[in-house]
């Protein structure tokens, strides 16, 4: 069974940083990408950025240019940089994990940057 653990949420300040990391654990295979995605209350959850096993990352416009997604592969681990926060960045982020044959979320972790 595969799990992942998120860390690293938090209370910052509008223009602050936060960065969260996400560990995966169990058997593992052909990972094909990890990522991250966001809930914000009463809406969908939304994508925020991936990042491929050959390191192709892909962003949200909403956060290029603030954010950086980094894996470390003998980890199974993924990390997001995220800078100058703004209040809309607040929300639930759930790591994500996917591979040829299943998909894994983890529980989510809170970022709120307060208006």
């Known amino acids: 069974q595969v799990q992942l653990v998120e860390s690293g949420g938090g209370l910052v300040q509008p223009g602050g940083s936060l960065r969260l990391s996400c560990a995966a654990s169990?058997?593992?295979?052909?990972?094909?990408?990890m990522g991250w995605y966001r809930q914000a209350p009463g809406k969908q959850r939304e994508l925020v950025a991936t990042i491929t096993s050959l390191g192709s990352t892909n962003y949200a416009d909403s956060v290029k240019g603030r954010f950086t997604i980094s894996r470390d592969s003998a980890k199974n681990a993924v990390n997001l940089q995220m800078n100058s926060l703004k209040p809309e960045d607040t929300g639930v982020y759930y790591c994500?994990?996917?591979?040829?044959?299943?998909?894994?979320w983890g529980k989510g972790t809170l970022v709120t940057v307060p208006s």
């Open positions: 994500n994990l996917r591979t040829s044959v299943l998909t894994t």
């Open positions: 169990g058997r593992i295979f052909n990972i094909y990408d």
